[in-house]
Each structure stands twice: as structure tokens, then as C-alpha cells.
């Protein structure tokens, strides 16, 4: 079964609105972590944010923000005040007590101007 | 400070043959993950290194090896190889090891490796 399910193959968003990315995951264990990451065209991951499963607060990070529902299983990031250089494709992971990281299929995020 | 750098960044190899992928991560960081790219199956998980112990593995064939050296630069090795390997293959490193918890990992820029 998949770990990670980002259903939004690819989004268009106009420049300095909110997007919000889905993303939800499977796990039976107690303790684990979400992370977001960012891909553009030039290949590398860059972190974005993190969700601690134990943590009671929604994590952000300048424009990026975790929407955390424990209960729904559900870790969607939102992106405040969406810039051109947004544009990219953003990766869901989960990280359980193992230590490699689930990825999800991913969305590509387009701003438009 | 350097980020992850990661050697060649593009290669092309023929099948059958062999590649060796290298990955130097940042100064101080002590762990480090292989992940392979493709569209067809997206980001895996191939394995970690933390002070040159492979301490997980992905579902990969005995073909994929890895190592890490005393001075935690890793190396990944492909034997013998398939037109399916044709992917970008990216090395993480992160200062320590949490099993779930935050562990920042430094992605570098990938291999784009392609077999004709």
C-alpha cells in the first residue's frame, strides 16, 4: 500500500494567492515524521517544513505552513502568497522508525503572473 | 559552507556495464541516503549510511551497492546495467540520524544517469 498519496498530479495558481497542497499518509506507528520538499527544474530537493507526529502545533515556516490532522491522517502544506518562483514540484515523505524516507508522487505547482 | 555535491552530475553508460556514483556530503554531517528519481515510479529510497554502517535498504536488486568512508563521503555502485536504471539518483546528507524525528536532510544537485 502506498505510504504517501498526493492525489493533485498539477496545480495552476495566480501569482500572490494561497495554494494548498494535499497530502495523506499510512502508517500504524505512534511516532513518525512529515516533511515537505520542493523540486524545481534544476533537480535538487530543498526542505520546505516539518510535522512531528507528537507535535500539537501546526508547523510554519515564513509562507509555508503544515496543515496537520492526525485523526484524517492528512499533512497538506499551504503556500501563502504564491511567488513566480514557486513554481516547482513539491514532494510529500513521511519518515517512520526506520529512517529512509516514503515520498509521494508529487504535485507540480505552476504560478501564473 | 558546501552543500552536498554529488559526481559525475550527467552520465551515459551502455548495458551491462558498471557505474559508480559519488557523493561528498556536508562538513560534519554524518549520514548519508541514496534515493533513485523516475517518472514511472518516482522517488525511492535505495539505502543510508551513519558512520559507515549501511543501517537500512530499499527494495532494490543485489545490483545496487553502496559504502561510506571514514570521512562519510559515500559511493554508490550499479552492476551490471539495465535500460531501467536510466534515473537521477540523489544522495542526502544530515547531521545525525533520527530514526522519525527531524532530521534535516541536504539534498545534492543528482546524478542523471542514462543506459542506452
Known amino acids: 500500500a502506498q505510504k504517501i498519496t498526493q492525489t493533485q498530479p498539477g496545480m495552476f495558481v495566480q501569482e500572490k494567492e494561497a495554494v494548498t497542497l494535499d497530502c495523506t499518509y499510512d502508517?500504524?506507528?505512534?511516532?513518525?515524521?512529515l516533511f515537505w520538499y520542493k523540486q524545481p527544474s534544476s533537480g535538487e530537493m530543498i526542505f520546505l517544513i516539518y510535522q512531528g507526529s507528537y507535535d500539537e502545533q501546526n508547523a510554519t515556516e515564513g509562507r509555508y505552513s503544515l496543515n496537520f490532522q492526525k485523526a484524517r491522517k492528512s499533512a497538506n502544506l499551504v503556500i501563502s502568497a504564491s511567488q513566480l518562483g514557486d513554481s516547482a514540484m513539491y514532494f510529500c515523505?513521511?519518515?517512520?522508525?526506520?529512517?529512509?524516507?516514503?515520498f509521494g508522487a508529487g504535485t507540480t505547482v505552476t504560478v501564473r503572473a | 559552507k558546501a552543500g552536498v555535491t554529488q559526481t559525475p552530475r550527467y552520465l551515459i553508460k551502455t548495458r551491462g556495464q558498471q557505474v559508480t556514483l559519488s557523493c561528498s556530503p556536508i562538513?560534519?554531517?554524518?549520514?548519508v541516503s541514496w534515493y533513485q528519481q523516475t517518472p514511472g515510479q518516482g522517488l525511492q529510497f535505495l539505502f543510508e549510511y551513519f558512520s559507515e554502517t549501511q543501517r537500512n535498504k530499499g527494495n532494490f536488486p543485489g545490483r545496487f551497492s553502496g559504502r561510506q568512508f571514514s570521512n562519510s563521503r559515500s559511493e554508490m555502485n550499479v552492476s551490471t546495467l539495465e535500460l531501467g536504471d536510466s534515473a537521477l539518483y540523489l544522495c542526502?546528507?544530515?547531521?545525525?540520524?533520527?530514526?522519525?524525528?527531524?532530521?534535516?536532510?541536504?539534498f545534492g544537485p543528482g546524478t542523471r544517469l542514462t543506459v542506452l
Open positions: 515523505a513521511m519518515r517512520e522508525g526506520n529512517y529512509k524516507l516514503s
Open positions: 502508517t500504524s506507528d505512534q511516532s513518525y515524521g
Open positions: 542526502a546528507s544530515s547531521l545525525k540520524s533520527s530514526p522519525y524525528g527531524f532530521d534535516e536532510q541536504f
Open positions: 562538513s560534519g554531517h554524518r549520514s
